[in-house]
């Protein structure tokens, strides 16, 4: 590498900027992967967890990307194979530290006079979730308050791209979105998820995350047919040509919630529009005090 400089007498110098390639320890224990199916292989910047037995000792080293001597390597609990990085659990960091600011959520929330919350829908796919998310953004906004949807399909072009729909995937898909509609409703908006979230102890965890019972639960209580019958993306007709795997409704099951603040369902076999939909969450947090502060 090369740099130009100035020197005093004007004259314009380059000097040779010389770079000393790192050491890298060397590994007390080798290992190698045994072959796996086309479906288990990890490709380039996605992320696996990975279980090795025996418990084995391993020095802790450098990771350089661009190293061809750093292909292979392990940093603390994260084992890296290429680019491709596989992570063990890491359990709760030790040398973390939670720092409060001066303007809290009780500030935040006097200033724009409502309560933060988190209003998650869950249903299956077609009940109208993303319907009454969108209804009820827009009721809130005609009020003059602050609301923000987390639609399902809407974070995983960013945020969640990385992940699939194994069952692991879907924990930590709604474990994400858990985290960031927590920090919605700290910031005082009251934050609106729209997502299948199909396992109840997934959305029980997301609940837990809100000490100050600002989880308000509201169950799309719609029957399998209508939601096939609707099918406006097409899915279930490609989870009945058994061309979508693990199709909630279909092949994979859904948990209807037990104990949840709303339920959203037919009357007389007809559904409610989106305007009803949205004025019955509206009322609920009107009176339990979240639309002031």
């Known amino acids: 590498m090369k740099q130009a400089f100035i020197s005093e007498s004007g004259k314009n110098h380059q000097k040779v900027m010389k770079f000393r390639r790192p050491n890298f320890p060397k590994f007390q224990h080798s290992f190698g992967f045994q072959s796996t199916p086309h479906s288990q292989l990890i490709h380039n910047n996605t992320c696996k967890n990975v279980h090795i037995h025996p418990p084995i000792t391993l020095k802790s080293t450098q990771f350089n990307p661009s190293s061809s001597h750093s292909r292979s390597s392990i940093l603390h609990n994260q084992v890296t194979c290429g680019f491709a990085s596989m992570m063990s659990a890491m359990g709760n960091p030790t040398n973390v530290f939670w720092h409060e600011c001066a303007v809290g959520k009780a500030e935040r929330q006097n200033l724009i006079n409502q309560q933060g919350c988190v209003v998650w829908i869950t249903g299956l ?70 997502l299948i979230s199909p396992y109840r102890k997934d959305r029980d965890a997301c609940r837990a995350m809100l000490t100050d019972k600002s989880f308000i639960e509201v169950f799309m209580n719609m029957p399998l047919e209508l939601c096939e019958g609707r099918d406006s993306k097409g899915l279930y007709k490609l989870a009945r040509a058994g061309k979508i795997k693990g199709f909630t409704g279909i092949d994979d099951p859904y948990e209807p919630p037990l104990n949840c603040e709303i339920k959203i369902e037919q009357k007389n076999g007809v559904c409610p529009t989106p305007c009803d939909m949205a004025v019955q969450v509206v009322s609920y947090l009107d009176v339990n005090g979240f639309l002031h502060a």
Do not use: W
Not at 146 to 170: A, I
């Open 125 to 194: 796919s077609g009940s109208g979730k993303s319907t009454l998310a969108c209804s009820l953004n827009r009721e809130l906004h005609s009020m003059g308050k602050l609301s923000y949807v987390l639609d399902g399909d809407n974070v995983r072009h960013g945020l969640n791209k990385n992940l699939g729909f194994s069952p692991e995937d879907r924990t930590e898909n709604i474990r994400r979105v858990g985290e960031v509609a927590k920090l919605f409703a700290d910031a005082g908006l009251i934050c609106i998820a729209s």
